[in-house]
């Protein structure tokens, strides 16, 4: 048999030199009470422990209580205390949680064996104790007493201030108090100590306790079942979010289920735990020999030893898995894994990011580092780390950089990450894990903001828009941020990879998406952490948002079905899990408390968080108000109706929009109020910060989304080279028609001249949109910011093959061509309200943009209708009341409009046109691999 020190490795047989020290330590006296002993504490590290500079897997197990000794302690007499210590330590474990404040001679004994100690304060928490003020004070004082008697000492792993409250006295006393009342334990603790780590115990009949000062959450589950105790540890850890979990309780009784069944059951729990990637759990119990409630229990029979100390059956199983170096369950298979980062002008960060990596707990895989036109030391600092593959280019984008790293990789699986990111330790284990076990294409993990950011960081990362992950349920995602995830190759060249037109932002999105249209599935692996430092300054975060912002106006264009509402915003099906508000909370959430209480798995569903106040911080809300103000001086219409003057002041005009900014700064501050930075990188002025930041995002990222919209519509010179190919057959006046009606023999209808038209467009890269099923045209084609036009079809059928299709343009003006009538508009009449003189001699003025609105849409027309005779002529068409219409195009005009290879067509298509809208719509385009 053999134990392990705190970290959990192997070192020598149990009676060995390390055990005999240890007694010679506790032979020779121990530290003075009330003096800080030798040695480090354990400290968070994302979702996990660390001890130094190891990660500290938390194996533990339960330790009495025991009928107390005559000084009060409720632990065994010294002798039989040291023989459990060197028992458990042999057994591999490296913490035991005891349900009394231990005297400091317990800490210093545990210290001794390398054994940590999770402490529970016991108090009257059975009690309605927030009716009492001498039952509240108890809880109090009993928690301040616990953090002084153990203060300074690195024996302890943390306090638990409070156990399993029942959950009828919750539902009594109130949710959002009982929350409150644990804040305020936590931070009673913190005040005596302000070094320890602090939690509370929850159990599922009130896992809907979620007080925020608490630095981990530590629940007690009894599930038997492996799936049920899967699904239920998945749901878990996203409620524990960015926070590690830590199972306090679990075990199984062998009196009346048998020692062998005790035996398997354990094996499965510590297996689930970890390879589900909690920080720790605790095994109930140590031992069979159990004192409370003033007398012994004989009729239970919990422990991994007898009451004498003999070992059973479970304690061989939990024991090959606590003496292990890691306690990760090893995978069915390793399959290689290329990490693909992609670098431009990060050299801040680059650094730690390889350096992370470097250390990865995984058995096969490459890191792929793509500088994509870095102007500063990436090279330098890449030549530090002979283990990576390094490949340069010309600054191409974010997208191009991620393929070519896709095209280099070697691996069965792609990872990517960014280069102001680094990874856990075990990132790749967790991400390979799930997608083994789940079989998806796709898998992604949380990106924590890092504890050494400082507060104007934290402040980003509670601030809208920052990455996040988007659930479906509890296991399936709906995106995962391009800066923790991966996917299959395979799969991942099957769509031709990430789609070049994003260069900022926006390409996992699309990429997501476009698996899931495919019939693909995404996960997610809550333990698959990375550290994502957030921007350090108001300005860079601003910067990022513009990108996001140009990247959602490109996505709009591609992925029309996913943009809802008369904003056409960006809707997710999924949970969005953030730090910031996503909208305003209205009413309290409801607890499912089962009937009187006696639920066994109490839920608790949010508060609905309603989108339309938010319309208060949004761009179209701003340009509002100011055109209302700017307007003020000009018209008063109390003044018009009142016939007499009447004050500036009391102008409407001036005042709605006066209310309207102030509605704008109170929705901000009430949002701001909801976000939840990291505690201990709080300020005073953290809540100033992310309300301003509410404010000014929206206006940032709309600007860059209309903008984007606006500038990117353009038409490709291919199809402009194809509508002067026909002009110069004199076909002008074919290109200017609205309608054309299309014969044909061989039963071609309107399904293949709209493929084809799909075909033709993506594979020249022109953004087209096409129906998602709600529309009365088939096709929207935009010409440019001015004009666009919807292509509309219908096929007759007249018998023996014969098909007579019908084509209908019809021309639109755009959402900037309204904007620029309206304000014209305001001009004309902010110009009449000035000098009604001058209205009259700019009225002419918009002559000229109406004159480039009828041009751009003739255009546009051309263009399409070139389009259109082209595809049809392609599928042996005849034009009706023409039928030599069709004929060749001149040889120029091939040459300028080729017709593409079917797999370019393909993958172009694949690439420009939504999987979900291209099935809807019956387009057959095969999937073809892509090296």
């Excluded at 300005?539 to 008369?566: C, D, I, N, T, V």
């Excluded at 190919?725 to 004199?730: C, K």
């Excluded at 900037?816 to 009604?836: E, M, R, S």
Aim: overall charge neutral; charged content about 20%.
């Amino acid at each position: 048999m053999r134990f392990t020190d705190a970290s959990g490795a192997a070192d020598g047989p149990v009676g060995g030199s390390r055990a005999s020290h240890g007694l010679h330590r506790l032979g020779q006296g121990t530290a003075r009470i009330g003096a800080p002993a030798a040695g480090a504490r354990v400290r968070l590290d994302g979702k996990f422990f660390r001890l130094d500079d190891r990660k500290f897997w938390l194996k533990g197990v339960t330790y009495g209580p025991f009928e107390p000794r005559a000084d009060g302690a409720h632990l065994p007499e010294q002798h039989q205390l040291e023989a459990d210590l060197r028992q458990i330590s042999g057994l591999g474990a490296n913490t035991v949680r005891v349900y009394h404040v231990p005297p400091r001679s317990f800490l210093d004994a545990a210290q001794a064996f390398g054994l940590k100690v999770l402490v529970d304060v016991p108090w009257s928490k059975h009690r309605c104790f927030l009716d009492s003020r001498e039952d509240r004070e108890t809880g109090l004082r009993a928690v301040r007493e616990a953090a002084r008697a153990t203060k300074g000492h690195p024996a302890l792993l943390a306090l638990s201030v409070v156990n399993e409250i029942p959950p009828d006295v919750v539902r009594w006393l109130g949710r959002e108090k009982v929350e409150a009342f644990i804040d305020e334990l936590v931070g009673v603790a913190k005040q005596e100590d302000p070094d320890a780590l602090v939690t509370f115990a929850s159990f599922p009949s009130t896992e809907y306790l979620h007080p925020r000062s608490v630095d981990f959450h530590l629940m007690n589950v009894y599930l038997h079942k492996r799936e049920k105790f899967r699904a239920y540890l998945q749901r878990l850890q996203n409620l524990a979010d960015e926070k590690p979990l830590v199972l306090g309780e679990y075990g199984i009784d062998s009196l009346r289920n048998g020692e062998a069944e005790q035996a398997e059951l354990l094996a499965m729990h510590v297996e689930e735990v970890f390879g589900n990637g909690l920080a720790g759990t605790c095994c109930f119990a140590y031992t069979d020999e159990w004192f409370t409630g003033g007398h012994p229990i004989t009729d239970w029979a919990f422990g991994l030893v007898r009451r004498d100390r003999s070992l059973k059956p479970a304690f061989h199983r939990v024991a090959s898995v606590y003496r292990a170096e890691s306690p990760l369950p090893p995978l069915p298979r390793t399959p290689k894994v290329s990490v693909v980062v992609c670098t431009y002008n990060g050299s801040k960060t680059l650094d730690g990011c390889l350096a992370s990596l470097e250390k990865l707990n995984y058995p096969d895989y490459e890191v792929v580092l793509v500088n994509d036109g870095s102007t500063d030391s990436v090279p330098e600092i890449a030549a530090r780390y002979p283990y990576i593959r390094y490949h340069a280019q010309p600054n191409r984008g974010l997208s191009v950089a991620r393929n070519v790293g896709m095209e280099l990789a070697e691996g069965e699986i792609i990872a990517y990450t960014d280069d102001d990111c680094f990874a856990d330790e075990d990132w790749l284990y967790f991400l390979v894990a799930k997608l083994l076990e789940t079989g998806a294409t796709g898998v992604g993990g949380p990106n924590l903001l890092p504890t050494t950011d400082g507060p104007v960081a934290a402040c980003v990362s509670a601030s809208p828009g920052t990455p996040a992950h988007i659930l479906i349920d509890d296991n399936v995602a709906e995106h995962v941020p391009g800066c923790n995830m991966a996917f299959w190759a395979e799969r991942l060249r099957a769509i031709g990879g990430f789609d070049p037109v994003y260069t900022r932002a926006g390409d996992d999105v699309d990429v997501c998406w476009r698996l899931q249209a495919e019939g693909d599935q995404i996960v997610f692996a809550p333990a698959a952490m990375v550290w994502h430092h957030r921007r350090a300054t108001v300005q860079a975060y601003l910067k990022q948002q513009r990108g996001y912002g140009e990247a959602e106006g490109l996505l709009k264009r591609k992925h029309p079905e996913k943009f809802r509402g008369f904003r056409a915003d960006l809707s997710w099906m999924g949970r969005i899990y953030t730090r910031a508000g996503l909208g305003l909370e209205v009413g309290e959430p409801l607890v499912h408390h089962g009937v009187f209480g006696t639920g066994m798995f109490q839920t608790i569903y949010a508060a609905p968080q309603v989108w339309w106040p938010l319309l208060g911080l949004s761009l179209e809300w701003w340009l509002v108000a100011l055109s209302l103000l700017v307007l003020a001086p000009v018209v008063n219409p109390l003044a018009v109706l009142a016939g007499t003057p009447v004050s500036p002041l009391a102008n409407p005009l001036l005042l709605l929009p006066l209310v309207m900014i102030g509605t704008t700064l109170g929705i901000a501050w009430l949002v701001a109020g909801q976000a939840s930075p990291p505690v201990s990188q709080r300020r005073r002025w953290s809540r100033f910060l992310i309300a301003a930041m509410h404010v000014a995002q929206p206006v940032e990222r709309g600007w860059a989304r209309y903008k984007t919209r606006f500038e990117t519509i353009l038409i490709p010179d291919a199809f402009h080279d194809l509508r002067d190919a026909w002009r110069r057959r004199h076909a002008g006046r074919l290109l200017g028609r609205r309608e054309v009606s299309l014969w044909s023999e061989n039963g071609m209808a309107r399904e293949k001249l709209l493929e084809g038209l799909l075909q033709v467009t993506a594979e020249h890269r022109w953004f087209v949109r096409i129906d998602p099923g709600w529309a009365s045209h088939d096709i929207r084609f935009y010409g440019d910011r001015w004009c666009k036009a919807d292509l509309s079809t219908v096929t007759e059928n007249h018998g023996g093959g014969r098909r007579l299709t019908r084509v209908r343009l019809r021309p639109a003006p755009t959402l900037f061509q309204k904007a620029v009538w309206i304000a014209l508009a305001y001009l004309l009449f902010l110009a009449w309200g000035i000098y009604p003189a001058a209205a009259v001699v700019l009225s002419p003025l918009a002559a000229g943009p109406l004159l480039w609105m009828w041009l751009s849409g003739r255009r546009l027309n051309q263009v399409v209708m070139a389009s259109v005779l082209l595809v049809a002529r392609r599928l042996d068409m005849t034009m009706v009341g023409q039928p030599d219409g069709l004929d060749q195009v001149d040889e120029a005009g091939e040459v300028a409009f080729h017709e593409p290879a079917t797999g370019t067509a393909r993958l172009a298509t694949a690439l420009a046109i939504s999987p979900l809208v291209r099935r809807a719509a019956g387009l057959a385009i095969v999937r073809e691999p892509q090296r």
